[in-house]
């Protein structure tokens, strides 16, 4: 046949070490029908600093593959919540071959069509905060790219017709497909009339949604006579290709027949006729999203190019064990985003007779259902047993129901077919399931009440169970619960929901608690976090005692705030918000700001150079909200204005200094008690907030912190600005070149400024 080649790629994106399934990177792939083949190139390389990242360490990265839905990983070996049901992916770990670059490949024969979803992540670091902007990060940033080779204008098979097929030497393999509407119970492929130079020597190979592979349902047509292979229960609404495959070494040609029979199982005593119109002639649905519903006519089907076709008997029994029933549809409620709720005509209390079951249709939609949790209950009505030992099993599979002949079987599975088990009795009244991010497509309930016996399982009589039954979708499984917090994320259109835990608490819905912190120690952190506020008081009371009232006023805004907003910030349940979350981070962080941004404004003295020093106090206060607008968590929108404060007091400082010909503050005690104390201080928290806080240590760290940066404003605030009593400057007289002046008390930069009474003569 004719291969075409498709190729696709992703925008590379940064990847972070693995906390929850919020943290991974998650890519979209669509693989189209027919693929024979599918190549992805995983490409990974370092940056630092916009470079290549060749002094960056070596950090595995694990990709996740999976068809149809996100894959629901576990790499930190976490308990799932109770009734959750896992699907299964295909995981691969990169190594780097190269110091900045690696490259890895994985291959994929025959892929099943449709959605494809890859999952990459870091591995889980130590948890540690840094400071945005300090230092230029390692970066791992993961690109992926599809190449796919499809095969084109493969043969159709249609059902109840022959096609004639002579392979050539050279030829190693026939492949064709045919289409498998809804209600067919049996799928049957027939070769007839098989010449070769050693018998028939052919392998018959039949597969559901793709090509088949080596280890899918074959035959040995040497040895079975007639080859003939069947499917039972085969996907509703899919196509299922048929390859026949030459035997190796066999030389010559070989010629023979291919047909297919369809079993229709919503008719007992019919088959699915030859003569179909022409669009079902064409083995095409009249809508994929109808449970069933089959058209008849009289229209034969064109001559296909591969062979010619005539109509074959078809036999009219059916075996009883083959019957399916009735399909009950359920209404679709959208009420937000994965917010959906099935229900169910003249429901939701279903009766379940004792001589037949009972199926439902839940049909999820494509790539706008799959990133949420499937959700189903059941609820036995016990009133409704009259006293029988009853139980109602159901049994959910997807894209065709399992309605098998044998009442005493209490298995959701086959050989072909996997499904969910649940079961409700009088002792087990409740049953659920979650299935997070489930495959779209038809997913159908099939209900049946069985008795127990001394022998097991067996039919019920007169008895009909009445179950309550809920389907719905939902983001997340219990909404994360009270420890996590269930959010929509985003991958270029494809939505998803995740949970991200909180207080030590981890799993796929935050219901692990191996490493969950303790009511106490939530409530100690808390304490510490907000209590370590109190440090600043003593500055209040200095700067209300030294006459720096706008400087206290900040202080008391900085402490109520930051108190407040640790109150609220905490992960736990010991949490208390007084306004919104943004509101107080908001007023945390500009009241820490505007406290350093006053302090060493005072200690500036800008009193007898700036008249009017509140110009540089609201000038501040704009400056520090525009940066926090800007980046609340940027270094150098932070440290700027605090670093232009600085340059301030620094050029005050400098031309006091080369006023009076002395350094300033002029006096040793100064320096030696207070300032080289503060700024110590100062200097050590702010080296344990850039360096030394992580997420398991921050709530004694961060207390830390605001010790010590209370403890430093109270040494660096400067002393009150007081004058001598005693002499006052002399007004200028004319003619004289002289004037008496007083050498300011803030000059000295003294603690109790009274106790200095120091004149001087300056010249005019």
């Given at each position: 046949g004719l291969f075409v080649t498709d190729y696709?790629?992703?925008?590379?994106?940064?990847?972070?070490?693995?906390?929850?399934?919020?943290?991974?990177?998650?890519?979209?792939?669509?693989?189209?029908?027919?693929?024979?083949?599918?190549?992805?190139?995983?490409?990974?390389?370092?940056?630092?600093?916009?470079?290549?990242?060749?002094?960056?360490?070596?950090?595995?990265?694990?990709?996740?593959?999976?068809?149809?839905?996100?894959?629901?990983?576990?790499p930190l070996h976490t308990h799932f919540p109770r009734d959750t049901a896992v699907p299964g992916s295909f995981a691969l770990t990169l190594t780097w071959t190269l110091p900045n670059r690696t490259t890895g490949v994985f291959n994929v024969t025959s892929p099943l069509p449709g959605d494809w979803f890859l999952a990459a992540h870091l591995p889980k670091d130590e948890g540690k905060i840094s400071v945005k902007g300090l230092y230029e990060e390692c970066q791992y940033l993961f690109q992926p790219q599809l190449i796919v080779q499809r095969l084109v204008n493969i043969a159709v098979l249609y059902p109840g017709y022959v096609t004639e097929q002579s392979m050539a030497p050279h030829n190693r393999s026939c492949l064709y497909k045919v289409f498998v509407p809804s209600y067919t119970s049996r799928v049957l492929v027939e070769v007839?009339?098989?010449?070769?130079?050693?018998?028939?020597?052919?392998?018959?190979?039949?597969?559901?949604?793709?090509?088949?592979?080596?280890?899918?349902?074959?035959?040995?047509?040497?040895?079975?006579?007639?080859?003939?292979?069947?499917?039972?229960?085969?996907?509703?609404?899919?196509?299922?290709?048929?390859?026949?495959?030459?035997?190796?070494?066999?030389p010559g040609t070989v010629s023979f027949q291919v047909t297919v029979q369809l079993t229709d199982c919503s008719r007992p005593s019919l088959a699915r006729p030859p003569f179909l119109p022409s669009s079902a002639s064409m083995n095409m649905p009249h809508s994929f999203g109808s449970v069933g519903g089959l058209a008849l006519g009289?229209?034969?089907?064109?001559?296909?190019?591969?062979?010619t076709k005539h109509p074959v008997p078809i036999p009219t029994a059916l075996p009883a064990g083959e019957r399916c029933w009735p399909v009950r549809p359920t209404l679709r409620n959208e009420l937000d985003t994965f917010s959906v709720h099935f229900y169910i005509f003249f429901g939701p209390n279903v009766s379940v007779p004792p001589d037949r079951p009972a199926v439902f249709v839940i049909n999820?939609?494509?790539?706008?259902?799959?990133?949420?949790?499937?959700?189903?209950?059941?609820?036995?009505?016990?009133?409704?047993l009259c006293g029988e030992n009853v139980t109602v099993f159901g049994c959910l599979n997807h894209?065709?129901?399992?309605?098998?002949?044998?009442?005493?079987?209490?298995?959701?599975?086959?050989?072909?077919?996997?499904?969910?088990?649940?079961?409700?009795?009088?002792?087990?009244?409740?049953?659920?399931?979650?299935?997070?991010?489930?495959?779209?497509?038809?997913?159908?309930?099939?209900?049946?009440?069985?008795?127990?016996?001394?022998?097991?399982?067996?039919?019920?009589?007169?008895?009909?169970?009445?179950?309550?039954?809920?389907?719905y979708l939902s983001p997340c499984i219990n909404d994360c619960g009270i420890y996590g917090q269930c959010k929509l994320l985003r991958t270029n259109n494809y939505l998803y929901a995740a949970c991200e835990c909180k207080a030590g608490w981890n799993g796929w819905g935050c219901t692990d608690n191996a490493e969950a912190f303790s009511y106490g120690f939530q409530l100690l952190s808390t304490l510490l976090l907000c209590l370590s506020n109190v440090m600043f008081v003593p500055p209040v009371a200095i700067a209300v005692r030294s006459h720096y009232l706008l400087e206290a006023a900040v202080y008391i805004f900085t402490m109520f705030f930051s108190t407040f907003y640790h109150a609220c910030d905490q992960p736990g349940i010991v949490v208390f918000c007084i306004m919104e979350y943004d509101v107080l981070q908001f007023c945390d962080f500009l009241g820490s700001l505007m406290s350093v941004w006053v302090t060493v404004i005072a200690m500036a003295r800008l009193q007898p150079v700036v008249k009017q020093a509140s110009v540089l106090y609201l000038l501040g206060a704009m400056l520090l909200s525009m940066a926090l607008q800007m980046d609340r968590h940027g270094l150098w929108n932070l440290l700027g204005p605090s670093l232009f404060a600085l340059g301030i007091m620094a050029v005050a400082w400098t031309a006091r200094t080369i006023r009076r010909r002395h350094c300033y503050p002029p006096t040793w005690k100064r320096w030696a008690f207070y300032l080289c104390p503060g700024a110590l201080i100062a200097a050590a928290a702010v080296l344990l907030y850039a360096f030394v806080e992580t997420e398991e240590n921050y709530f004694y760290i961060h207390s830390i912190w605001h010790l010590l940066i209370a403890g430093?404003?109270?040494?660096?605030?400067?002393?009150?600005?007081?004058?001598?009593?005693?002499?006052?400057?002399?007004?200028?007289?004319?003619?004289?070149?002289?004037?008496?002046?007083?050498?300011?008390?803030?000059?000295?930069?003294?603690?109790?400024?009274?106790v200095a009474s120091i004149n001087s003569i300056c010249t005019s």
């Open positions: 696709f790629t992703r925008t590379p994106r940064k990847l972070s070490p693995f906390r929850s399934f919020a943290s991974i990177e998650l890519f979209h792939f669509h693989i189209p029908e027919d693929t024979v083949i599918a190549v992805w190139n995983l490409i990974t390389f370092k940056e630092q600093g916009g470079t290549f990242g060749d002094q960056c360490p070596d950090r595995s990265i694990t990709v996740y593959f999976r068809s149809g839905a996100p894959s629901v990983i576990n007839l009339r098989c010449r070769g130079t050693e018998g028939c020597p052919l392998w018959l190979r039949m597969r559901a949604k793709a090509p088949p592979l080596h280890n899918s349902t074959a035959l040995d047509c040497r040895e079975h006579a007639p080859c003939q292979l069947a499917l039972d229960l085969p996907f509703w609404q899919h196509w299922y290709y048929v390859l026949v495959e030459k035997h190796p070494e066999v009289d229209s034969p089907p064109l001559a296909s190019p591969n062979g999820l939609l494509p790539v706008l259902d799959s990133g949420g949790v499937l959700n189903l209950e059941l609820r036995l009505n016990v009133s409704s894209e065709v129901p399992l309605t098998s002949g044998d009442n005493a079987s209490v298995t959701c599975e086959t050989e072909t077919l996997a499904g969910f088990l649940l079961s409700v009795n009088a002792t087990a009244s409740l049953s659920r399931l979650r299935i997070p991010y489930p495959q779209t497509g038809s997913w159908y309930l099939s209900l049946r009440s069985l008795c127990a016996t001394e022998h097991g399982f067996e039919p019920c009589t007169n008895v009909t169970a009445e179950v309550y039954l809920r389907a430093s404003v109270g040494f660096l605030l400067p002393p009150r600005a007081k004058p001598s009593g005693r002499l006052g400057p002399l007004p200028r007289r004319k003619g004289c070149g002289y004037q008496l002046c007083v050498n300011e008390q803030e000059e000295l930069g003294l603690v109790d400024p009274a």
